[in-house]
């Protein structure tokens, strides 16, 4: 009888279902207004499929409530038990025919596992190449508490559309939780926030293809052209060898010092710098991708390359191999110096530790689409349980590949310092593990591009424009933005820890900590349970969100 004192649906949020729902597998069961039709008329797999007698009593119920409910009086609402069980609601055509509703509640939702995997294929992103890019203890610490505050504050978010009452949320993302709790400031600072991780990942995205692009075609070039070449920068000999792109140059130091060597078998010397001015990766390789990729964002559909998700996937489980066989090769290189930088190695506690933790905020960032990844669950009540059990997977694999890396890396005779924020540099061109590793990301980020380009396009456009493609104009004039920023970055900053630090603890700011802490105090006051070791704590995940952000400058 409590239900029956409860509006169902409210007016706008009715209005807004019909509107935006064009499929009958899409539809809730609670937007839908149930009525009696002729047997004859009933289209279902079951030719001996009747209507229930119920179902037609309720159906006179609900228009009973449909006259009530004509001035918008939300009390007036039909309550849950006058509407009908999903395998009794149909869908009228003009042509006469009853169209039953095949729900997705359970035939097309996916097992626990799956939804595990797909969150953990979803946040393992290109984060994973800067992950050894800190110290060694301090940095195991950093990891698991930023990710057990992650994943804490990502159940929030999957949990705040549930917390709001007497308002149908199932189909409700977080900002449409915002919007409710903040108006719309709520609604556009969230879009803007989630934006900018976005575009923060195709920028890193366009940095990385331009670096892939550039090693694949140097490699090519070399086996093609029978080029031997040693490369020209601080590094061990031997069949696996580690480079230091940008070293601090000691002259006490015991570096290994390689010059340029070529072999060039009869080729003219003048070819291969011809090959050089015009295979620059930071001149001309992030041009040569406007070519492929601008016209792939202008694609009305993202579709066709949401097929290729499962190289993602493949990429990470191969970087893993990748770490494990150097790992095996190289040996480990550990000394423990807790607050001195020795020649060779670096404190294990470091004040450049807010570097790694702005990394790691976009490392476990899945909050602005948790929600839709769990509505394919097919055993809701286990959410929160695959929920953690993703994000134990996503740090044991960071655990995994940042401590092997950085334990793994020859000291000495190369410093700690020389890991690169995109560990692959620190492997040469030539190196054909790391080149099978280059190649399959740069197809990996080529397919993934064009989907990250529609999810902005969508945002974007459905807010400004209320068309997702208004017209080829609006969308190449966004792409282009997009585009250009890309380009710019990857020649003028191509540093992708510093790009996803920035990133991460920008959009981490909003969406990872003010909001869901702020929805969840002012969920729990409304109810009357918020109590004072609460409000600290959460207001304390507020100010380590602020002090996050800010730190990045200050580095």
């Known amino acids: 009888m409590e239900d029956d004192s409860r509006p169902l649906l409210s007016s706008e949020q009715t209005a807004e279902s019909y509107s935006h729902r064009g499929s009958t597998d899409s539809l809730d069961v609670k937007a839908k207004r149930p009525f009696h039709v002729e047997p004859r008329n009933i289209v279902a797999d ?3 499929e009747r209507v229930s007698a119920e179902a037609a009593i309720l159906n006179s119920r609900v228009h009973y409530y449909g006259r009530l409910t004509g001035s918008s009086d939300r009390l007036l609402s039909p309550p849950n038990h006058v509407i009908p069980r999903p395998e009794e609601i149909y869908i009228y055509s003009p042509l006469g025919t009853a169209f039953k509703v095949t729900g997705s509640d359970h035939s097309s939702r996916n097992p626990s596992i799956i939804t595990i995997f797909a969150i953990w294929n979803t946040m393992m992103g290109t984060s994973i190449l800067s992950i050894p890019w800190a110290g060694f203890t301090l940095g195991i610490f950093i990891l698991v508490f930023t990710g057990l505050l992650m ?5 929030i978010v999957l949990k705040s559309p549930k917390a709001i009452p007497y308002v149908d949320t199932s189909d409700w993302e977080f900002p449409d939780v915002c919007k ?7 609604q556009w600072s969230s879009l803007v926030f989630s934006m900018v991780s976005l575009i923060g990942a195709m920028v ?13 075609g140097q490699f090519i070039y070399n086996y093609a052209h029978n080029v031997n070449m040693t490369d020209s920068e601080f590094g061990t000999n031997g069949s696996d060898r580690v480079i230091c792109p940008y070293p601090n140059t000691d002259p006490g130091g015991n570096y290994t010092i390689c010059t340029l060597n070529l072999d060039t078998s009869g080729n003219d010397t003048s070819d291969v710098s011809s090959f050089k001015h015009w295979w620059s990766k930071s001149n001309t390789i992030p041009l040569y991708l406007i070519i492929l990729l601008l016209p792939l964002l202008c694609f009305r559909s993202a579709s066709f390359f949401a097929r290729f998700t499962f190289l993602g996937t493949i990429s990470v489980v191969y970087l893993i191999v990748l770490v494990t066989v150097k790992a095996v090769r190289l040996g480990f290189h550990l000394e423990f110096h807790w607050f001195d930088t020795s020649q060779f190695f670096v404190p294990e506690f470091r004040l450049l530790f807010p570097q790694f933790t702005g990394v790691l905020t976009l490392a476990f960032f899945i909050h602005n689409c948790i929600i839709t990844l769990m509505k394919s669950n097919k055993y809701q009540e286990n959410n929160v349980r695959d929920l953690s059990v993703a994000y134990l997977l996503v740090g044991l694999t960071y655990l995994y590949v940042g401590v092997l890396i950085f334990a793994a890396f020859p000291s000495p005779p190369l410093s700690k310092d020389c890991i690169e924020p995109n560990f692959l540099d620190n492997f040469p061109s030539s190196d054909v593990m790391v080149f099978v590793a280059r190649t399959f990301l740069l197809f990996q980020m080529i397919t993934v591009y064009p989907l990250l380009g529609y ?4 945002q974007v456009m459905g807010q400004i424009f209320g068309n997702h493609y208004p017209s080829f104009f609006h969308v190449l004039a966004l792409n282009i933005i997009i585009v250009g920023a890309g380009v710019l970055m990857a020649k003028f900053y191509p540093n992708i ?14 969406l990872v900590f003010v909001f869901p802490a702020l929805v969840h105090m002012i969920s729990l006051k409304r109810q009357g349970l918020l109590r004072w070791p609460s409000a600290i704590f959460h207001s304390f995940l507020i100010v380590l969100g602020v002090a996050n952000l800010l730190a990045q400058f200050l580095m």
């Not at 995205?205 to 694949?216: D, I």
């Open 497 to 510: 820890g510093s790009i996803i630090r920035f990133s991460g603890a920008t959009c981490g700011l909003a």
């Open 455 to 458: 999810l902005v396009r969508v």
């Open 46 to 48: 079951d030719p001996q």
């Open 204 to 216: 890193v995205y366009w940095v990385l293809m331009s670096n892939f692009l550039f090693n694949t």
């Open 180 to 186: 409710y709790y903040f108006g719309k400031f709520g």
């Open 151 to 155: 994943l804490y504050c990502c159940y």
